[in-house]
């Protein structure tokens, strides 16, 4: 009793021996007399030595159980090493039919709404993009024309005075050829012209968002065409030849100076490089009117075509020529870009067989109600 209290090398000390009294539970005893105790909840485990203190005296598998290593140990082997429970022979384990089915038919279902989910979530993430994309494009559109609207009120002041000096010029001709009919003829269209180029800058110069006041307003499309081909009629000698036939649409649109630029625009091109003739037809249906507007000219330049590069400001072709010939298609982007404004669709293209250029403008008839 007095070395348990004034040593430690003996067997156990008091403070282990009360320990072991008061919360011990005997586990077993080896073969060294070697006892091995545990706590009620098996929290804590030690050993109390027979005779002195000497940790050698513990055998390899009571140090494992001592550090409760021995339990995780087997635990470890038998998820790798492991045997059938015994059983009787005649009993066998048969999962049922359903059972085997359903794990396979579970995991395609599976599968299934996986790909639907993705494939869903792919077309938003495109359906964004793209109207990110037009948004995009829009803006771009909006700031060319605000840059061009800057551009024409300086040129609407740069142009008056050579407009007026042609305007003075033309009546003092007038004058001197006061005797000559033919001439006082021509005399009286090239006042009466730059008259009304003179009156167009002015209001370009203070406002670009004028509105020519020869088209009344709330008329049909047809009405339209015809008032812009007959003031081009006035001074071409081209020859115009319209078929309103299958326009059966009665929708009234408001006088817009949008659709009329866009409209005279494009007309205007086609008496400008036709040979002889301009094909207008105008068609409607239930659903969509159709203007197709058709010239006998040369046609637009094959590398813009199929590039699909027409209605883009400032366009640039490999072929030189074509840029005296047909411009940098400032205004066929001006007109496409204000047509599109008013919900149409504008698509160019040349005519395979006739030659020629051919202009499609197109209207839901649903959108025009909107104009």
Request: net charge positive; hydrophobic share 35%.
């Given at each position: 009793?007095?070395?348990e209290?004034?040593?430690?090398w003996?067997?156990q ?6 320990w072991t009294?008061?919360?011990?539970r ?9 006892r091995?105790?545990?706590n009620k909840?098996d ?5 109390v030595?027979?005779?002195e203190i000497?940790?050698s005296k513990?055998t390899?598998e009571?140090n494992?159980?001592l550090r409760?290593?021995s339990?995780?140990?087997r ?10 429970l015994?059983?009787?022979?005649e009993?066998h ?9 359903a794990?396979?038919?579970s995991?395609?279902i599976?599968?299934?709404?996986l790909?639907y989910f ?9 359906i964004?993009?793209?109207?990110y ?7 771009a559109k909006e700031n060319e ?7 024409a009120a300086a ?15 033309a009546?003092e001709?007038k ?5 000559k ?5 021509d005399?009286n ?18 406002n670009?968002?004028?509105e020519?006041?020869?088209i ?10 015809i008032?812009i081909i007959r003031?081009?009629?006035e001074?071409?000698n081209?020859k115009?030849r319209t078929?309103?036939e299958?326009?059966k649409?009665?929708?009234k ?7 009329i630029?866009g ?7 086609a008496n400008k490089?036709s040979k ?8 409607s249906?239930?659903e969509?009117?159709?203007l197709?507007?058709?010239?006998d000219g040369?046609?637009?330049p ?11 400001p400032y366009?640039?072709t490999s072929?030189l ?5 047909y411009g ?11 047509l ?8 160019f293209k040349?005519?395979?067989?006739k ?10 008839n649903?959108?025009?109600k909107k104009?």
């Open positions: 009793m007095l070395k209290i004034f040593t430690w003996h067997g000390t008091l403070g282990v021996r009360l009294y008061f919360y011990g005997l586990v077993a005893e080896d073969q060294y007399k070697n091995y105790y545990s909840y929290s804590r485990r030690w050993v030595y027979h005779g000497d940790a513990v390899p009571w494992n159980w409760f290593t339990d995780k140990v635990i470890a082997y038998i998820s790798f090493y492991s045997y059938d015994p059983h009787p022979g009993l384990f048969h999962a049922p039919n359903y059972y085997l089915y794990i396979p038919v995991i395609v599976g599968l299934i709404f790909v993705a494939y869903k979530f792919g077309e938003e993430s495109r964004r993009k793209k109207a994309d037009k948004i995009q494009e829009i803006m024309l605000l840059s061009l609207g800057g551009q040129a609407a002041h740069s142009l008056g005075t050579p407009l007026s000096t042609i305007l003075l010029t009546q001709l004058k001197d050829f006061s005797d009919d033919k001439i006082q003829k005399l269209l090239l006042v009466s012209q730059s008259i009304r180029c003179r009156d167009i800058l002015q209001k370009l110069s203070l670009p968002n004028i020519d006041e020869f009344e307003s709330n008329i049909s499309l047809k009405d339209y065409i008032e003031s081009y009629e001074i071409s081209k115009f078929n309103f299958d326009y649409n009665s929708i649109i408001q006088k817009s100076s949008e659709i630029y409209l005279r625009n494009f007309l205007g091109n490089f002889k003739k301009i094909y207008i037809h105008l068609s249906n239930k969509t009117t159709k197709n507007i058709i010239d040369p046609g637009f094959k590398d813009l075509v199929d590039k699909h590069k027409l209605g883009e366009i640039r072929n020529e074509n840029i005296s010939k940098l298609g400032l205004g066929t982007f001006i007109g496409k870009t204000l599109e404004r008013n919900y149409a669709i504008v698509e040349n005519i395979k067989n030659g020629g250029a051919k202009v499609t403008i197109q209207w839901k649903k959108d025009l104009i």
